[in-house]
């Protein structure tokens, strides 16, 4: 089934995914990333800054960027990499996944440009599948060396969620883990704490972590699940008041209502041969914690509700 692509203007021309019960996918071209997620009761899942930069080249501030081939500034490369900035196109052929045969599914593509292999000078071709099903978010990365040398890559899906009051949500699965504190010059320390609560900026890469990670929100009622393969670390992100206000495209209070848990693959890049492939996967889901009268039990969250 064709998808409709929609050009405003100067902004990136976008793609709407919809699924039966209601939940809706926004995703630019520019930098395949994922603007909007709305489930079947219309409420927007992620955040986007009040003073997002829409026109290319910059990328939005929040939804979903993927950072490829570099994480942050974990190399010689631009911040998070050049995937973002780059105008990614529909995929005919994403074998070996099956073809997507409906409207919400999308497939996308970029391939490495001569502009791009005086920087990284490695022949690459990154996809990236975008489905949406009732409560689900599904996200399948895939970096295949169309090179005749072998490269390394570090990735990241860098997941911005809307929440009530950062201050008042909670993180579990990554207690006792180690992780490199980004505010420590990357020092490496283990987590202490039963649960991640935020009262100030937070700049974590959590290494080796559960394929489950789970934001709880009271006030909002519901639990963000974030499921990944390929991905072993995850990162987490507030910038806090004092930098958000040093951040041009990012709103002073925008900071209360924002938090980035990123599925990610830092510690050790990927190594690809020549014409070998890596897949990675990220599942998001919310969970309502109405019935529990905001109560939700997230033992039950991170050991496999359903």
């Known amino acids: 089934m064709a998808i409709n692509i929609i050009k405003e203007g100067d902004r990136s021309p976008r793609i709407i995914l919809h699924e039966p019960t209601g939940s809706t996918v926004e995703v630019l071209l520019y930098g395949a990333q994922v603007i909007s997620w709305k489930n079947e ?15 290319p080249p910059k990328p939005v501030r929040g939804g979903i960027p993927i950072c490829f081939p570099q994480f942050a500034n974990f190399g010689t490369l631009e911040q998070h990499g050049f995937a973002r900035n780059r105008l990614w196109s529909l995929d005919d052929d ?5 073809p997507a045969n409906n409207q919400s599914t999308a497939d996308l593509l970029l391939k490495s440009t001569e502009e791009d292999l005086k920087t990284w000078p490695y022949r690459f071709e990154l996809r990236l599948r975008i489905t949406v099903s009732a409560g689900k978010l599904t996200m ?32 579990e ?26 009262d100030g900026e937070i700049d974590r890469v959590y290494l080796s972590t ?13 639990t963000i699940v974030l499921r990944k393969e390929g991905m ?7 910038p806090w008041d004092k930098k958000a206000k040093a951040i041009p495209d990012l709103g002073d209070e925008d900071y209360k209502t924002m938090l980035c848990l990123d599925a990610a693959a830092v510690e050790n890049p990927i190594s690809l041969k020549p014409c070998e492939e890596w897949k990675g996967r990220q599942e998001l889901s919310i969970v309502s914690s109405s019935y529990f009268s905001g109560q939700l039990d997230p033992s039950k969250v991170i050991n496999g509700l359903r």
Do not use: C
Request: no cysteine; hydrophobic share 40%; charged share 30%.
């Open 94 to 98: 994403p074998s070996p996944l099956t």
């Open 232 to 238: 072993v670390d995850a990162v987490l992100w507030n």
């Open 173 to 198: 699965g990554l207690e006792t883990l180690d992780y490199f504190d980004n505010l420590s010059k990357r020092e490496r320390y283990t987590e202490q704490a039963d649960a991640i609560t935020f």
């Open 41 to 55: 009761r219309r409420e927007e899942i992620l955040f986007m800054s009040n003073k997002a930069i829409w026109k």
């Open 140 to 171: 399948i990365p895939r970096v295949r060396n169309v090179d005749n040398k072998a490269f390394t890559f570090t990735l990241a899906l860098r997941n911005y969620f809307s929440v009530s009051d950062v201050s008042e949500v909670r993180v």
């Open 210 to 222: 559960p394929t489950k990670i789970a934001i709880i929100d009271h006030e909002k009622k519901r």
